[in-house]
């Protein structure tokens, strides 16, 4: 019997497209919802007591809701917080989007890597413990930014974003002692993709990115191998507070056909 239950992204935000749109070309025969946390936006600058409250508590509420067959949690924020918590409170598979900075490690000629995600997520135990597993032969530069957050934000309504505006937001992670020898940088935040195009202005061609949207697409086209689809309703966006102007076209974009508050 063929099973109408949808994959359900979830970030703070709109970086979770950065994850859907990926695993929307590996498994298009799901149906997809998507939840943005607006009312809780941003989480990066949030303290990790917050966000290990808030997370799993709204995830048991939208899983009520809508049912998912599986969670990706589309932010390395909220992963690298309450990956555990939300495994322990749910019983469905739940992808959670870390670091890639194994995939970084093993890009990297100079040995030096960067890991730029949200504030947050870089002073992580989690991320320490990535760091000393996968790239213990490298120089780790790490920086958080909530300005290119905002940006992404900014960009996905459709306002235009300035590569110096970018560079601004970088600028401390090129001050750093090794940077000379910076050569790939993990996007540790699921905003930063979406601006691909700017950072990789700001940064020059010495340096190049990688980010975790094509591992989870792998991941959940592996974990959903085999299931039945059914598609008996459009794809919808789901805020949790106000839904900005400008994203109901993107959302469309992205094949979202629909947006509606929680
Ligand atoms: N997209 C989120 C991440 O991957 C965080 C953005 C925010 O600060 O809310 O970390």
Same mark, same amino acid.
């Given at each position: 019997m063929s099973?109408?239950?949808?994959?359900?992204?979830?970030?703070?935000?709109?970086g979770g497209l950065s994850i859907a749109a990926p695993t929307r070309a590996a498994v298009p025969q799901a149906r997809f919802v998507y939840v943005a946390d607006s009312a809780g936006f941003p989480y990066g600058i949030?303290?990790?007591?917050?966000?290990a409250a808030r997370v799993p508590a709204l995830l048991g509420r939208v899983a009520e809701r809508y049912n998912p067959r599986l969670i990706v949690i589309a932010c390395n924020t909220a992963s690298t917080i309450a990956l555990a918590a939300v495994r322990n409170a749910l019983d469905i598979p739940i992808v959670g989007t870390v670091p890639a900075i194994k995939p970084? #490690?093993?890009?990297?000629?100079?040995?030096?890597? @960067?890991?730029?995600?949200?504030? %947050?997520?870089?002073?992580?135990?989690?991320?320490?413990?990535?760091a000393a597993r996968f790239a213990g032969d490298c120089r780790v530069i790490r920086h958080g930014s909530a300005e290119l957050v905002t940006l992404a934000e900014a960009k996905l309504r459709g306002e235009s974003v300035s590569v110096q505006a970018v560079k601004t937001?970088?600028?401390?992670?090129?001050?750093?002692?090794?940077a000379g020898s910076l050569d790939t940088v993990a996007l540790a935040c699921t905003h930063f993709p979406l601006l691909a195009d700017e950072l990789a202005a700001a940064f020059g061609? #010495?340096?190049?990115?990688?980010?975790?949207?094509? @591992?989870?697409?792998?991941?959940? %086209?592996?974990?959903?191998?085999g299931q039945s689809f059914a598609r008996t309703a459009p794809d919808v966006a789901v805020f949790t507070g106000p839904i900005g102007t400008g994203l109901e076209q993107t959302m469309a974009r992205y094949e979202f056909a629909r947006c509606t508050r929680l």
């Amino acid at each position: 019997m063929s099973d109408p239950r949808p994959i359900l992204f979830f970030d703070s935000g709109v970086g979770g497209l950065s994850i859907a749109a990926p695993t929307r070309a590996a498994v298009p025969q799901a149906r997809f919802v998507y939840v943005a946390d607006s009312a809780g936006f941003p989480y990066g600058i949030k303290d990790e007591a917050e966000i290990a409250a808030r997370v799993p508590a709204l995830l048991g509420r939208v899983a009520e809701r809508y049912n998912p067959r599986l969670i990706v949690i589309a932010c390395n924020t909220a992963s690298t917080i309450a990956l555990a918590a939300v495994r322990n409170a749910l019983d469905i598979p739940i992808v959670g989007t870390v670091p890639a900075i194994k995939p970084a #490690a093993e890009r990297s000629r100079t040995r030096t890597i @960067g890991v730029l995600g949200t504030a %947050a997520t870089v002073r992580q135990a989690y991320v320490d413990d990535l760091a000393a597993r996968f790239a213990g032969d490298c120089r780790v530069i790490r920086h958080g930014s909530a300005e290119l957050v905002t940006l992404a934000e900014a960009k996905l309504r459709g306002e235009s974003v300035s590569v110096q505006a970018v560079k601004t937001a970088i600028a401390p992670m090129l001050a750093a002692p090794d940077a000379g020898s910076l050569d790939t940088v993990a996007l540790a935040c699921t905003h930063f993709p979406l601006l691909a195009d700017e950072l990789a202005a700001a940064f020059g061609p #010495a340096v190049s990115f990688v980010d975790g949207g094509p @591992g989870i697409a792998r991941r959940v %086209a592996s974990l959903t191998h085999g299931q039945s689809f059914a598609r008996t309703a459009p794809d919808v966006a789901v805020f949790t507070g106000p839904i900005g102007t400008g994203l109901e076209q993107t959302m469309a974009r992205y094949e979202f056909a629909r947006c509606t508050r929680l």
